[in-house]
């Protein structure tokens, strides 16, 4: 599989993320290959700094960055030689079968809705997260941030993306799928979370288990798959983050706290799409990014876009 | 000041509301007195099981319970000689100041919705949950249950009613008041959030700081009020208190994870009625009521109620 990884893309890049994809070419499967796309002098210098072999890895130029302070269309559209216009191009072609950057998360998301496009059937794209769970499991929350307000019919469509995610990536054969909620009764919370009760229980495409709130998150209670608005998803993703921070700074040194680490995850892929998109934090540091790259590998293996296409139908 | 206690509000009740009160005895200001309400004979029996003189409460007899599996409207007009009923027909009539349960929460928002009364102006009453900052002070958060949807018109408003208990109740001259939400910039959020930005920024009554993201709450970037809805405020407030739980059952104590501890807070003022009420948590212990005893004469003591209400011009 040849897996693109935008060079540039990040606040430590090209440095962080040519190290972490060094990092990671012991650590994929064999017949991966690397795809570092963004300013090719400067790729170059780097890794023969490191005193890499350039041939390990596929190179493709880009000579433009889209800046973290771009605004995301406009620059998108207007930089059609940067990293991340130039990886969506190859995506979109064919010529890799998945696409990671840390760089400009809007950016990215213009690329995804707009190059690669969503899927027929999906109604909105999301953001998909692993979060540890005490026993050592980890779950799948949906969305953590491109959709604030979710509809019932989106949230219930969450649950079945969510489903196939558990299933072809982390290797759950039959994922439980919670609703993220404010107490275990049916008539709790919003309008459109009670909605979505309605629709989650009466999927026949998903084994609903009912309401998670938020002391069950992290915890044994948790279902494989969480359902929730991208709003209070993003909230508990950066809450858990940063408890690992505090941990840390705190001198707590602790198995669990430590899998809050956003690193070891590396990245939260956009699933609903055409292609398989991965999206990594802005401070990815070599470790976050050679993780990041280590999952897009996973996405890709399991072919999820196309499996999110066959759930849906399109 | 007299003092209300639900005495047979909670799992552990009546035992562990009489073993809070006896505590609180010693470390509330002279002058006040606690109201214990409920079964005469069990809390007589209780005291002198521990040796405590019956005369250093009132007793105050209530022959029914309002049971945590209820139905909280149809039980609070049903079981008219409830603690709960009872607690509130006092608090109405000025015998006692302020009224705390740990029993059954929305018989306690029935209760203060309905006997107490919200104030008039104000939208919608809220609970306020008080969290940790690293630097060792607290920020008010709310809502944190009452209202899962909540307009752009009620979020400003929590922002007022938030800026009177921080510096009613905590002694912050000039509270700070910070917008929950996923970004930020201004445009973030849901439609409601980003409206209520709007709203916060034009106020002539409260010191807006702009939006709070999940990784700034519990840190020293906090704002000393973090305005949102009772969905996500619910979801924030139940995970941090897990993440208490999760840390002490991995064997690490640290001051500020000890913290999280609900049992050192105590319970959630409701705010935005005619009278001084607070909530605590079903699975109250001893410390968790004494802690809820003395908040609710701190919430007295600062004539919360009416400082809420001038500041409404109701």
Redesign the interface.
């Known amino acids: 599989m040849k897996i693109g990884l935008d060079a540039m893309g990040g606040d430590f890049a090209p440095d962080a993320t040519i190290d972490g994809a060094v990092d990671a070419l012991g650590k994929l499967p064999s017949g991966d290959r690397l795809v570092l796309i963004g300013d090719n002098g400067r790729i170059r210098e780097k890794l023969a700094s490191m005193n890499v072999e350039p041939s390990l890895f596929d190179i493709v130029p880009a000579t433009q960055v889209i800046e973290m302070s771009d605004h995301p269309a406009r620059a998108f559209s207007q930089k059609k030689d940067s990293s991340i216009a130039v990886g969506f191009g190859m995506l979109k072609s064919g010529l890799i079968d998945g696409f990671a950057s840390a760089g400009n998360t809007g950016a990215m998301l213009v690329g995804a809705s707009y190059t690669v496009n969503v899927i027929p059937g999906v109604f909105r794209p999301a953001l998909v997260a692993l979060i540890p769970n005490?026993n050592g499991s980890s779950s799948v929350i949906l969305d953590v941030?491109i959709n604030?307000?979710s509809k019932p019919d989106v949230l219930l469509q969450y649950g079945v993306l969510g489903t196939v995610y558990a299933r072809y990536v982390l290797g759950i054969k039959e994922p439980s799928v919670g609703l993220?909620n404010?107490g275990e009764e049916e008539t709790?919370?919003?309008?459109a979370?009670k909605a979505a009760y309605e629709l989650l229980r009466e999927s026949g495409d998903i084994i609903f288990r009912g309401n998670v709130?938020?002391?069950?998150?992290?915890?044994d209670e948790m279902t494989d798959v969480i359902v929730c608005?991208?709003?209070?998803g993003?909230?508990?993703?950066?809450?858990?983050?940063?408890?690992y921070?505090?941990?840390r700074s705190?001198g707590?040194r602790?198995s669990?706290?430590d899998r809050l680490n956003f690193e070891v995850v590396g990245g939260t892929p956009v699933v609903g799409i055409n292609e398989n998109v991965v999206v990594g934090h802005g401070i990815s540091n070599r470790t976050a990014i050679m993780n990041m790259m280590l999952q897009t590998s996973d996405v890709v293996h399991a072919d999820l876009a196309r499996k999110i296409k066959e759930a849906i139908g399109g």
Do not use: C, Q, W, Y
């Open positions: 005490l941030g604030p307000d993220l404010i709790k919370g919003t309008s979370v709130e938020g002391h069950h998150l992290f915890t608005d991208g709003f209070v993003n909230v508990v993703l950066k809450m858990a983050e940063k408890f921070a505090v941990a705190r707590i602790d669990f706290f």
